[in-house]
């Protein structure tokens, strides 16, 4: 049975950081491409950041690149997901997914504020 677990997520200031970590399992976990997607309130849900199995090759949408990271960690079964000078428009759910031909699983989502 698959199960992705989200925390870190949290009220923050504009230009402030916050960490997401993602913990995994019920699926082997280096084989898969991890994903991290948000959803805010009246939009669908978007393609945040994703890396592959090895970690070697990340991929960012456009409206985050150069502020957010996604990096994993396969000894311990866990995706991050590093957020720095956040805006109010970050505001969103996040929910970490995995995929491996097709979608093996969702979190139940981390609720992310950016506000003043």
């Known amino acids: 049975q698959v199960q992705l677990v989200e925390s870190g997520g949290g009220l923050v200031q504009p230009g402030g950081s916050l960490r997401l970590s993602c913990a995994a399992s019920g699926f082997t976990f280096s084989s898969a491409t991890m994903r991290w997607f948000r959803q805010a309130p009246g939009k669908e849900r978007e393609l945040v950041a994703l890396?592959?199995?090895?970690?070697?090759?990340?991929n960012y949408s456009d409206s985050v690149k150069g502020r957010f990271t996604i990096f994993r960690d396969n000894a311990k079964n866990a995706v991050y997901l590093q957020m720095n000078s956040l805006k109010p428009e970050d505001t969103a759910v996040y929910y970490c997914?995995?995929?491996?031909?097709?979608?093996?699983?969702w979190g139940q989502g981390t609720q992310v504020n950016v506000s003043s």
């Open positions: 890396v592959t199995r090895s970690g070697g090759t990340t």
């Open positions: 997914n995995a995929f491996r031909f097709y979608n093996l699983g």
